[in-house]
Structure formats: C-alpha cells, structure tokens
C-alpha cells in the first residue's frame, strides 16, 4: 500500500464507520527510523515499509493534500481538517499533525492568498498558522469545557494579546487584531466539534462543508439528512 492510498482510505474510511480515534492515533504515528529498523533487522525482526517513518511522514502529507483548503480562512480549515479524525492523546503526535495542516493550509487559505495576515515567506507561514491553529484548540477547550468556571475562561482581550506577536523569528508582522478577535467570536459562539462517527453520524456545518468542496463542481448533488444516531455519545474534541 502506497501513502496516498492509505490516506485516501482514511479520508474516506470515517464515513464507512471507520473510527476516528483510530484515524487520528495513525495520523500522528512517528514511524520507525532507519536507525530503529537496523537496531530490529539486528534482533531478526523486520520491519514493514508501512511502519516507517518516510511512510507515516508521506501520509500525512498526501492526508493533508485530499482537504480543499484554497481561498477559504484558516478556522473553517481547521474546522473541516479536524472533524475527520479524534486528536491523539499524545502531545507529540497532535504536533505532527498540526505541522502538517499548517504546511498545507499556509499555501491555500484566506489570509494568504487575499488578506495579507501571514507573511509570505511559506515557512514563516506555516510556523504562524501552526502557532495559531494550537491556540485556537487550547481556546476551544477553555471555553467549552464545563468544568472551567465562567471568571476563569480565557476572554478576548487575552487571546488577541497572546497572538498577535510571536516574534521576528517566526513573523514580518503582527496579526490583526481583527483577525484574532473574529476567531475568538466564531469558537466562542460556535464550538470545534466531531458528533459522531460513521455514515449514520450527525451532521455537523463543519462536515457538510467538508462534503461540499469534495464534491466536483458539475456532480448533481442529492441531500439526504442521516438520523441523528448515537447522539452525544462521544466527548468533544480535546481530551485533556
């Protein structure tokens, strides 16, 4: 099996009752080195092509690649990119993963193709979105999480404060506080969320955009709504 072939499978896969949390624990798997395969071939242990760690780096670049990111703002990337998975446990894996949105969504979304928000040197880019993408999941665990008390969430003035500088190193310029202040008013009033999984899950806006930009322009699109099965049997988004 090739990278993109087992990315398209994981891509798709959610919606034929493959498990999210399952999709994201392999998303974000480091994958062998060669050194760790050398050290196995040693003890007479082989390593398949697929637990590599070229592989699972690959994959999660032809993953990434199967999104349409182009002329839309990063939130709504960010929104689509994680309804189809669960973030891992581990914080090294969601890095990985986050590294590889950041990269592909820095070279199509809003802000850097009309907006000028990001700098348009790419790396500096994605370093930025990268930044920005982990402090808006942090925000919505902070405001939706119930057992945050309401005087200790995190208010607007803070988010915009915490981003808009994170240093010459990474920007040519600060980000608009506009910018930050409408993302703190999006997640604030509508949460990051993933339903359900399977064909049989909620539909959430975030899915049903993720449907519509993976629909070809001259498709004739048929809308059926599923039943709402299995309703809030799963927690939200991050699991601190």
Known sequence: ATPPAVASFLRTGVAQGLDKSVVGSFLGEAGRTEEQARARL?????????????????????YCGLFSFKGRPLLDNL????????????????????????????RECEEMSSTDAFSSDPKKAADTIYLLSFSIIMLNTDLH????KAERKMKEADFVRLNTDYGPDIMDRPLPAPLLSSIYSS??????????????????SSRWSDTLSSVPPSANLFVCYPPAARRGALAGLWRP
């Open 42 to 62: 040693r003890e007479k242990k082989a390593t398949h092509e697929t637990q590599t760690a070229r592989f699972h780096a690959d994959l999660l670049e032809s």
């Open 79 to 106: 929104r689509v990119f994680l309804s189809g998975f669960r973030l891992p446990g581990e914080a090294q894996q969601i890095d990985r993963i986050i590294q590889s949105f950041a990269v592909t969504c820095g």
């Open 145 to 148: 999480n119930p057992n945050i």
């Open 187 to 204: 997640v604030l009033t509508s949460e990051i969320i993933t339903l359900s999984d399977g064909p049989l899950g909620s539909m959430t």
